[in-house]
């Protein structure tokens, strides 16, 4: 072998011996953040990945997503959050007040991104909106807050409403505030508001429809951190309409929504991302709030239910789902 081939031999094999070493390094510097989410991953992940992207990051190239759902058992969370914790990640993105409660509980130096939380200050997640304090920040959602403006919109589509039944959850932090909005906008409509209120998972579903029924409820308000598609299912099952302060409702199956957009949500969490892992601390990153939001109505639904929407509502809709 001439010195010539000797020397390129030599660094061949010295590249084959360092290929390893350089895929570990840049393995180990790779950002890896944890995703908990409550239930129903579509369409969080779906949007959120394509919010990863539009800042320059694919997950398994130079960022990696640990994802835990709890599948609507809210008594996992607080194990799913700590898992996370003990993969040491960079950060958790938290779907849903359940989940960022769980997180919240699991770590306090990890940073948390809410991707959103309901009421954050009000459940005592942050200190304000401007200047959150601690390890929390990300995007909060008026849902609570927009109840009357449902309730506005079911009489619209039934205007001889006069009882309904919120179902909501005993381990959300947010479910009284959720009772005290709509009971107040109850009394102002001259409607009724029975509140049931059950536990995390889909157990308690069956036996809550079977009592709305049973005492005559006109409509079910479903608290948006219940299992979507069991319930939306059991609505209808039950010729009740079925509303929510979230749009995943009606794509399940439910009758109407109206609440602030998840999608620009969902793909706005990245961003936060980006500000945490290029050093910027979550007690300094202002909260966001929803800027659009959205009427959504199942057409296919409301005729199965044998209810024909108004026609200025349909022109108002945001979505039809047909």
């Known amino acids: 072998m001439s010195h010539g081939q000797r020397r390129k031999f030599l660094l061949a094999a010295g590249a084959l011996l360092t290929a390893p070493l350089v895929t570990e390094a840049q393995r180990a510097n790779t950002p890896r ?33 640990e ?71 990300g995007l909060s959602f008026a849902t609570a807050e927009l109840m009357g403006k449902n309730l506005e919109f079911l009489r619209e589509i039934i205007p001889t409403v006069r009882r309904v039944a919120f179902l909501g959850v005993a381990a959300d932090p ?47 308000v479903l608290q948006p951190s219940l299992p979507r598609k069991p319930a939306a299912d059991l609505a209808l099952a039950q010729r009740l309409p079925a509303i929510s302060p979230n749009r995943g409702l009606p794509e399940a199956g439910g009758l109407m929504s109206y609440a602030g957009s998840l999608e620009e949500v969902y793909r ?19 909260i966001e709030q929803p800027t659009k939001f959205e009427l959504v109505i199942n057409v296919k639904t409301a005729t199965a239910l044998g209810i024909k929407i108004p026609q200025s509502l349909l022109a108002r809709a945001d979505h039809l789902i047909e």
Do not use: C, W
């Open 33 to 65: 953040i944890g995703v908990l989410i409550v239930a129903n991953p579509e369409p969080f992940l779906t949007l959120f990945h394509e919010g990863l992207r539009s800042i320059g990051y694919v997950d398994g190239e130079n960022i990696r997503i």
């Open 67 to 137: 994802f835990r759902s709890a599948d609507g058992k809210l008594s996992l969370l607080p194990d799913l959050a700590a898992e996370l914790v003990r993969l040491k990640v960079d950060a958790v993105v938290a779907v849903q007040t359940p989940a960022v409660m769980a997180a919240r509980g699991a770590t306090n130096t990890i940073p948390i991104v809410m991707a959103p939380a309901a009421d954050p200050v009000g459940s005592g997640l942050v200190a304000s909106l401007a200047r959150p304090g601690g390890n929390i920040t």
């Open 174 to 220: 947010v479910t009284k505030t959720f009772v005290s909005q709509l009971q107040h906008a109850g009394s102002t409509l001259g409607i009724e508001v029975r509140p049931m209120i059950i536990g995390g998972s889909a157990d308690g579903l069956g036996a809550a429809f079977v009592q709305i029924v049973k005492e005559r409820m006109g409509a079910v």
């Open 268 to 286: 706005k969490a990245p961003t936060y991302l980006l500000k945490i892992l290029k050093g910027g601390r979550p007690a300094d990153l202002p």
